[in-house]
Structure formats: structure tokens, C-alpha cells
């Protein structure tokens, strides 16, 4: 059955919508050594305080939520700092290279996926 571009887009928007629903929404993630405390806003690592600005909160609080699935910088640059197409996904880039040096030896729990974005693992 034939269809309009625009019918095409709206269902992949519901689809993300969907998707977006299936979040991990804890209070608490534990990576390793690395400790996000959602309520308190406070992020350890062997037990010792990182200080994040609250976009970097934010970033990583998303990626720990979707835990194993890539985000896109398109994606995160919605859900973080809920931009669309006004901020360059470079934006991204800077903020999650701001926070690896923050996290130190615990920022190997951001993987980078070449291209598309990035995702939170458990090595």
C-alpha cells in the first residue's frame, strides 16, 4: 500500500517514542567503580565525588538509563539539552570528552560508536 514521506516519518516517531518509554529510570546505576546517584545528583568513583556540571549529569545519567543501546549525538542532543536541529551534534562531542576526563579510569564505561554516537557498557 502506497504512502506519503511525511506518514513514513510520523510512524518512526512514534516508534522512538516507544522505544524512549523503555528506559532503565532507577535512582541509583552502578557501573563498576562508577556510582550515579539520580535524587542526591551525585556521581562516584571509588567512592570518591566527581563534580559534573548538570549537562554532564544529564548525559550521563541518559546513557546509563538506555544501558547497552547506541544514542545518536541527534538523539542525545534532544533528550539532554532538548535541542533538534540547533545546536551542532559537535556540541556532544565536547561535553562527552569533558566527561571522560572527569570519570578518569571509569569513563571506559562510555563507548564511542564511530559515526553514529555513543552508548554506555559494563565491561
Known amino acids: 500500500k502506497p ?6 516519518v510520523l510512524r518512526v516517531k ?12 532507577k535512582d541509583r546505576y552502578q557501573l563498576g567503580e562508577l556510582v550515579i546517584d539520580v535524587p542526591r545528583h551525585l556521581v562516584t568513583v571509588q567512592g570518591k565525588r566527581v563534580d559534573l556540571t548538570a549537562t554532564e549529569f544529564k548525559l550521563l545519567t541518559v546513557l546509563a538509563q538506555r544501558r547497552g543501546r547506541v ?4 538523539q542525545l ?17 565536547t561535553h ?15 563507548d564511542t560508536v564511530r559515526g553514529v554516537g555513543y552508548r554506555c557498557v559494563e565491561n
Open 96 to 110: 562527552m570528552r569533558r566527561l571522560r576526563e572527569k570519570l578518569g579510569r571509569a569513563a571506559r564505561y562510555l
Open 3 to 8: 504512502f506519503s514521506p511525511r506518514e513514513l
Open 71 to 74: 544514542q545518536s549525538r541527534e
Open 14 to 25: 512514534n516508534l522512538m517514542k516507544r522505544d524512549q518509554g523503555k528506559d532503565e529510570k
Open 77 to 93: 542532543l534532544q533528550d539532554v539539552w532538548q535541542y533538534d536541529n540547533l545546536i551542532d551534534t559537535r556540541t556532544v562531542d
